[in-house]
């Protein structure tokens, strides 16, 4: 973390939200699990925004009362239950993260080709690109500008990478995906002769998988998320700002819409659609297409309500 000091109405201003209260300096944020004197902490009983999902930890938070220069981002109705300085947000969350990413994160990565990376001739890497140590990026490879490769990832076939993306280590892109046609001698591979197109600022976690197509594009478009552990199968489509959590299978020719959460340890099985504005609990089995705005629980998986 970065050290800084800041006032508190100088971190109100910067996120143009009310503060009426006495103002004095912080030089740390904390968590509601380990307080520490003079710091900015966060509070909201919901924990995913978009689709109103309650947060199930619950704070003594009359604690906080025996701290000193402490202030806390929490909503309207919770400030009521205070008794120290609030600054009042409609999403707690987002707006302790914005202050964390705009006093307090340091990014601590410079760009640079790790020597022990083996790059093939026939790529093209932009400007300010990060490839850490033990990476492969193979012939054909596309990286736009200030994308981040860590450790031991490897990068296959025609795969085109936009900018600001993060890939994080031991994840493997564009590999060979699994796809079997049953004959009288065994078994034959259906080879994949397609490509993988990733857009910018784009999120791609740990020890995950995303097989290129078997003759047209595997999609990932802008701003979605990938958390660790995830395998998205050929020819599936990840539409702009989705968020795939852990664990999560995305079987081939699946096609997953804008803005939708997929929980952790899901599965869209094969050629399942599911539509924009979508929520898909934990553990669930997607065997059907769901319209936008769905809430999408269990396995088999079945509409819960509509997410308006």
């Known amino acids: ?9 100088k971190i109100a201003n910067f996120l143009d939200l ?12 904390s968590s509601l699990n380990k307080i520490k004197n003079n710091s900015l902490l966060f509070y909201s009983d919901i924990s ?3 689709f109103k999902i309650k947060d199930n930890t619950k704070y003594n938070l009359k604690k906080l009362q025996e701290y000193k220069n402490i202030v806390i981002i929490t909503t309207e109705d919770i400030e009521k239950k205070m008794k120290i300085p609030v600054i009042i947000s409609k999403n707690p969350r987002l707006d302790f993260q ?5 006093f307090f994160s340091d990014d601590e990565l410079k760009s640079k080709i790790h020597k022990t990376a083996i790059i ?7 400007k300010n690109v990060h490839v850490g140590s033990n990476c492969y990026i193979g012939n054909n490879v596309t990286i736009g500008d200030n994308t981040k490769i860590f450790n031991n990832t490897c ?7 936009g900018k600001n993306t993060t890939i994080l280590s031991n994840s493997s892109i564009g590999i060979e995906g699994y796809g079997f046609s049953f004959s009288e001698n065994g078994s034959v591979h259906f080879p994949h002769i397609g490509s993988i197109v990733i857009g910018d600022n784009v999120w ?28 998205i199968g050929h020819n599936s489509v990840i539409k702009k700002s989705a968020q795939i959590t852990a664990g999560t299978i995305i079987c081939g020719r699946a096609k997953i819409g804008r803005n939708c959460w997929i929980a952790p340890n899901s599965v869209v099985d094969a050629a399942c659609e599911i539509g924009d504005n979508s929520f898909v609990g934990t553990l669930s089995l997607v065997k059907k297409n769901f319209p936008k705005n769905s809430v999408i629980v269990g396995s088999p998986a079945k509409l819960l309500r509509k997410n308006v």
Request: glycine share 6%; net charge positive.
């Open 18 to 29: 009310k503060y009426t209260g006495k103002d004095f300096k912080i030089s740390n944020v």
């Open 204 to 231: 791609i976690g740990s020890n995950s998988n995303i097989e290129k197509s078997q003759i047209d594009e595997t999609i990932i478009e802008d701003n979605v998320k990938i958390d660790s552990l995830v395998q």
């Open 48 to 50: 995913n925004f978009q």
């Open 155 to 161: 990068i296959f076939g025609k795969t085109k990478i």
């Open 98 to 102: 914005r202050v964390v990413i705009q």
């Open 120 to 126: 093939e001739k026939n790529t093209k890497i932009g």
């Open 1 to 9: 973390m970065k050290k800084n000091e800041i006032s508190v109405k």
